[in-house]
């Protein structure tokens, strides 16, 4: 009798699933912490909702893993109490949860399964080191580096990379744990660390940092420039200056100095420029050469340069620029120096005698060479100028320009040539207006003359009422086209008998011509006859 009750109660409290004899609970509710550190204990809650207390429920609390499913604990709740779960975590439990609710020992009851519990098992961060690919003993510019910061121990760890102890602000590639470094170049060297950290509930945090590695990027050489210096020695004798050099480089570098093909000298150094000296003549044919400079990882050809050096000759000219303001008044004047012949001239300025130098109160000497003079046109920088061309490396020989005045009423002055074209100019355009005036007037008097109805028109019918007008108007306009169809034929007609004279002028002389040479051949025949 008391089972009978039992059933019924239970057939009342809970609907059926449609199977005969089974009974389904409602979804049992699952609480417990999101976030553990590992090795503590945790307590985790399951419980039915709306149960009544003489219902015995079993509990299973169960850890979802790689779609397996690991059974953590149970519990058998028979008088309507919540299940209470209590175990230390570790790592592996860093997963889903999820609680079994089903009958206690009552095969008719359906089970149901809770909501699902997320748990973060925090592990602090340890031992930390950087792991290079490839290996920094040997990275040249061009090459990918990756840095993967590996540990040993740690859960949920954020990075931070660190170079030569501040972070690292450049675009690099980064992923969770690497930090990539694509076609490296001199500016990514540096000592370089990693720093792994977690935290627990924004109140516990874990931090870790690695030894530094040492990132040292070589250099390819770059492609070195030549340059050549004379030096006069003590007995007379010149020897070239030539100097090999690159913008980078990673040493140790060697430099060779070549002569076409041929090697005449050698350098390795630990800088990024060689120097060379060679004994060289003046005005002879000394030939080319060029430098070529290796690393480890690169070698590199300069352009040719000439060993011939020749010394200054021949004419020395000034060329004067003006500089004119906008009221047409010349107030500075540029002068260039040139010699003409000479490999490495160098210039000098003398006024009135006295040798302009660098900057002065109203000039300035402009270029290595000094060749180029810049002076303002004033009462003060009046007077004659010239300049002086000598070798840079031995003053013993010269060459003096002609002398130039300069002033400013001379420069502001207008040429009589200037004069002569402006007005040759104007009288010839004069004269082109004039001639042009007397061709009209003459064209239009012929043309009035030819056809004197035009002016008719305009003076009669214009005056004329319109109606009278565009009568007479007509009448006129068809007697002024007949008379230029008139005119014209004339005009034809004329040219017809001109063309017909000339046609029977030029008959007749053909019919003379005719008859003279019938006459000839009578004579001959006559002559003929009588001589038989």
């Not at 985790?44 to 690991?70: H, R, W």
């Not at 690695?210 to 004379?230: A, F, G, Q, T």
């Not at 009669?460 to 007697?479: A, D, F, G, K, N």
């Amino acid at each position: 009798m008391i089972l009978t009750l039992i059933l019924i109660g239970s057939s009342i409290s809970y609907p059926r699933t449609g199977a005969v004899g089974t009974y389904k609970l409602k979804n049992p509710v699952l609480i417990g912490p999101s976030t553990a550190m590992e090795y503590s204990y945790v307590t985790f809650f399951c419980a039915v909702p709306e149960i009544p207390e003489e219902l015995g429920v079993s509990y299973t609390l169960y850890l979802y893993q790689a779609n397996l499913k690991k059974n953590l604990g149970e519990y058998s709740a028979l008088s309507g109490q919540e299940a209470v779960f209590n175990f230390p975590v570790t790592i592996a439990q860093d997963s889903v949860l999820i609680c079994e609710a089903s009958g206690h020992n009552n095969t008719d009851i359906e089970s149901t399964l809770s909501n699902i519990l997320r748990l973060k098992v925090i592990s602090p961060v340890e031992k930390v080191s950087i792991i290079s690919h490839p290996s920094t003993d040997d990275l040249w510019e061009g090459q990918n580096l990756m840095l993967h910061c590996n540990i040993t121990k740690g859960t949920y760890v954020l990075y931070d990379w660190l170079r030569n102890g501040m972070e690292i602000q450049m675009p690099y590639d980064r992923t969770a744990d690497s930090l990539t470094i694509h076609r490296l170049s001199g500016q990514h060297t540096g000592n370089y660390t990693c720093v792994a950290s977690n935290q627990y509930n924004n109140t516990m945090i874990f931090s870790a940092i690695s030894d530094i590695i040492h990132v040292h990027v070589k250099e390819h050489l770059s492609k070195p420039e030549i340059s050549l210096n004379i030096v006069k020695l003590a007995f007379g004798e010149f020897k070239a200056i030539i100097t090999c050099r690159s913008e980078k480089g990673t040493p140790p570098n060697t430099f060779r100095l070549l002569n076409n093909t041929k090697i005449i000298a050698t350098e390795t150094t630990h800088r990024t420029s060689a120097i060379f000296s060679v004994p060289i003549e003046l005005n002879q044919n000394m030939g080319w050469v060029r430098c070529n400079a290796s690393n480890e990882g690169s070698l590199q050809l300069s352009e040719p340069i000439s060993l011939t050096v020749e010394s200054v000759g021949g004419a020395v000219t000034m060329i004067p620029f003006k500089q004119v303001g906008r009221d047409f008044q010349v107030y500075g004047l540029v002068l260039r120096c040139s010699v003409e012949r000479g490999t490495f001239p160098h210039y000098r300025w003398f006024l009135n005698k006295t040798r302009l130098e660098g900057r002065g109160g109203f000039y300035t000497v402009d270029w290595t060479d000094g060749s180029v003079l810049s002076l303002s046109v004033e009462s003060r920088s009046a007077g004659f100028y010239h300049c002086e061309a000598s070798d840079q490396f031995d003053n013993s020989t010269r060459v003096i320009s002609p002398k130039m005045l300069i002033n400013k009423e001379l420069l502001n002055k207008i040429s009589t040539l200037a004069v002569v074209v402006v007005f040759t100019s104007f009288f010839l355009l004069v004269i082109a207006v004039t001639v042009c005036c007397i061709y009209g007037v003459v064209l239009r008097r012929r043309y009035s003359r030819k056809y004197p109805w035009q002016q008719v028109l305009e003076k009669i019918i214009l005056p004329l009422s319109p109606s009278i007008t565009i009568y007479r108007s007509e009448i006129l306009i068809e007697q002024h086209r007949e008379m230029k169809i008139k005119a014209t034929h004339e005009d034809e007609e004329e040219m017809v008998e001109s063309y017909g004279e000339d046609t029977v002028h030029a008959d007749r002389m053909s019919d003379s011509a005719e008859d003279e040479e019938e006459s000839i051949d009578e004579t001959l025949l006559y002559e003929g006859t009588t001589t038989k």
